[in-house]
């Protein structure tokens, strides 16, 4: 209301101002009665030695054609700006060309209209006649975001549900099949309300009030209590995540606990019969070394390939490379077997000369250099050909060879 009435002054007042441009706009100076203003008009105006006037003056045509678009210009909005206050109109019934001012806000609430893919409003009306119950349909909505009502058998629900996924913001489509919202660039999924039931999103999905204006057509607006939600859920999980943590500190600490007992109530037999085991397995693991030392383990030997089977015969365990001594690449593989054969000396690491070893090369397939023919039991398990196994090919270091002889099993790797 004090909007149209600002509106209406603001009119009038150019109404007048047009009328005085009119009325003044390319006059030529006129014959002055004052003497005072006689003597400012010939400090200004140019005259001739007779007294003649030799400014500029515009023909009678030129200023009449002037002063009309003067008036134009100024009339036709201050017309148009009060036609709207006198007489309400029949565009809607209600309003008249005074709707050309924005209007504040679009309804109670901060309520704004939704708009359909054309982004013309949507009367609850011609949204009842075109859905069914359970039906969602994507509307702009707040900001511009698209959000989705939602019918029920005689209108719509009083919630909207924006379809921006809350993990990286693309817009989710509704899968009726699956009652659910699915989001297709990373699964997040949502149900039937936007509550979010599976990750990667982190929140379910924003909601609004909906509601429908005086016109009929239906709006959306913000949904506070959403957020206030959404905090109290996530203080929730930070409170059931220490639980979980004290719980498990708990447990643990009672195995402690149950430990130090059974070894506090040990009895001196029972002392002497863990002495007598650890001893056992300490002499099994000496004799085990040192029969394992005699036929070759923790050292890294070069063989002929008629002693191959000999040596896969012997040892539970073998990594045979085979090397050429002209290849830098073979040097590589060297340095490295060289470095794990001490630590390994449960597994037999041998080289044989390829070049010298047609009939076993050609026999175990090898056509590039280094190879590592990896041998369990007596039998050939797995070759690595050249570094392809490795991320940093010919670069790995001796810890990436360790640890893809331990993924094929070869060697035991620590905890
Ligand atoms: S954007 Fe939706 S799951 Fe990643």
Redesign the pocket.
């Given at each position: 209301m004090v909007r149209d009435s600002r509106a209406a002054a603001f009119a009038a007042l150019a109404l007048v101002a047009g009328v005085w441009a009119a009325s003044t706009a390319f006059v030529a100076p006129g014959p002055r009665a004052s003497p005072l203003a006689g003597r400012v008009q010939s400090a200004v105006v140019l005259q001739s030695g007779s007294g003649e006037y030799t400014g500029f003056v515009p023909d009678m045509q030129r200023r009449v054609l002037m002063n009309l678009i003067v008036v134009a210009v100024c009339a036709v909005p201050a017309l148009v700006v009060l036609g709207g206050q006198v007489c309400p109109t029949p565009l809607n019934g209600k309003r008249g060309p005074a709707d050309f001012f924005p209007k504040l806000g679009g309804g109670g609430g901060g309520a704004s209209p939704v708009g359909d893919i054309n982004g013309a409003a949507v009367p609850l009306k011609k949204w009842v006649a075109g859905h069914k119950d359970n039906d969602r349909e994507l509307v702009q909505g707040l900001k511009g975001d698209a959000y989705y009502l939602i019918s029920t058998p005689d209108g719509i629900k009083d919630f909207a549900i924006n379809a921006t996924?809350t993990?990286?913001?693309?817009v989710?489509p509704w899968v009726r099949s699956a009652n659910k919202f699915c989001?297709p660039?990373?699964?997040?999924q949502y149900d039937e309300n936007g509550k979010v039931v599976r990750g990667?999103?982190p929140l379910s999905l924003a909601l609004a009030h909906t509601s429908v204006l005086e016109d009929g057509n239906i709006a959306v607006s913000p949904w506070p209590e959403q957020k206030a939600m959404e905090e109290g859920q996530q203080k929730n999980v930070a409170d059931a995540l220490a639980e979980v943590v004290v719980a498990a500190a708990a447990e643990r600490e009672a195995d402690l606990d149950a430990e130090i007992a059974r070894l506090d109530n040990l009895k001196e037999d029972d002392l002497e019969e863990l002495r007598r085991k650890r001893l056992e397995q300490m002499k099994k693991s000496h004799f085990d070394r040192r029969s394992k030392l005699a036929v070759g383990h923790g050292e890294y030997t070069l063989i002929d390939e008629k002693d191959f089977f000999t040596v896969a015969k012997q040892s539970e365990y073998i990594v045979c490379h085979f090397w050429r001594p002209s290849t830098w690449r073979c040097e590589v593989m060297d340095k490295h077997l060289r470095q794990l054969c001490q630590k390994h000396w449960g597994t037999r690491f041998v080289k044989v000369d390829a070049e010298k070893s047609q009939f076993l090369s050609e026999r175990l397939h090898i056509w590039c250099l280094p190879s590592l023919v990896l041998c369990k039991q007596g039998k050939t398990d797995h070759t690595i050909v050249g570094f392809s196994e490795f991320q940093r090919g010919d670069e790995a270091t001796t810890e990436d060879v360790e640890q893809l002889l331990g993924k094929w099993g070869v060697i035991a790797l620590e905890d």
């Open positions: 996924c993990h990286l913001g693309c989710v989001c660039c990373h699964g997040s990667p999103a």
